[in-house]
């Protein structure tokens, strides 16, 4: 468990980190006009495909998640916010 959590620490340190399948096809799903980017409209699709999650928590994974303070979320950026949130 312990190298699981230093593995994943060491991953996000490095600011390169691994796109889990899953993760990237979820953010081609989202990415509603191809550019490789996903603005909080996007982002707002996930409120209404999941029960319970207010705009409010998306700001908030926006900003946790959007390291260049772009207001979007790249792939990468979008990647190693899966990575942090299956804590
Ligand atoms: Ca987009
Ligand atoms: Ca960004």
Redesign the pocket.
């Known amino acids: 468990m312990e190298e699981e959590a230093a593995k994943r620490e060491s991953v996000l340190l490095s600011d390169e980190c691994t796109c889990q399948s899953m993760a990237s096809w979820e953010f081609q799903q989202l990415?509603?006009?191809?550019?490789g980017?996903?603005?909080d409209s996007?982002l707002l699709q996930l409120k209404t495909s999941s029960d319970g999650m207010e705009s409010a928590c998306i700001g908030q994974f926006t900003a946790a998640c959007d390291h260049d303070k772009d207001g979007m979320l790249s792939e990468k950026e979008w990647c190693c916010c899966f990575a942090d949130v299956r804590k």
């Open positions: 990415d509603a006009n191809y550019d980017h996903l603005s996007e």
